[in-house]
Nanobody, 126 residues
Framework: QVQLVESGGGLVQPGGSLRLSCAASRNTLGYYGGWFRQAPGTERAQVSCISSSDGSTHYADSVKGRFTISRDNAKNTVYLQMNSLKPEDTAVYYC????????????????????WGKGTLVTVSS
């Protein structure tokens, strides 16, 4: 079992930045760590994933060039740096982890993850 705890959400103005953190309860070497988000009335969708083994990353087209995922294996923590935030980025952001089985582009999906945090709300509004 892996417990995941997110932090760092909040209210930010359009064009602003936030950094989300996801702390895992144990070492997750061999797993993908990921961020997903869910806005009201929509399905949960991928944002970004990172491999704990080689650091390879994958991003949804909607966040490429604005968001950066990173990890600190010594701290069992994955980060999501979000810049140039837009109102449409408003959502509950969930951290997830899944044992690596496929390439990252294939597995960075909701059904590719096994463990989930409870989510942190990000609101982008003036």
């Amino acid at each position: 079992q892996v417990q995941l705890v997110e932090s760092g959400g909040g209210l930010v103005q359009p064009g602003g930045s936030l950094r989300l953190s996801c702390a895992a309860s144990r070492n997750t070497l061999g797993y993908y760590g990921g961020w997903f988000r869910q806005a009201p009335g929509t399905e949960r969708a991928q944002v970004s994933c990172i491999s704990s083994s080689d650091g390879s990353t994958h991003y949804a087209d909607s966040v490429k060039g604005r968001f950066t995922i990173s990890r600190d294996n010594a701290k069992n923590t994955v980060y999501l740096q979000m810049n140039s935030l837009k109102p449409e980025d408003t959502a509950v952001y969930y951290c997830a982890a899944g044992l690596r089985r496929f390439n990252i582009a294939t597995q960075c999906r909701v059904n590719g993850m096994e463990y989930w945090g409870k989510g942190t709300l990000v609101t982008v509004s003036s």
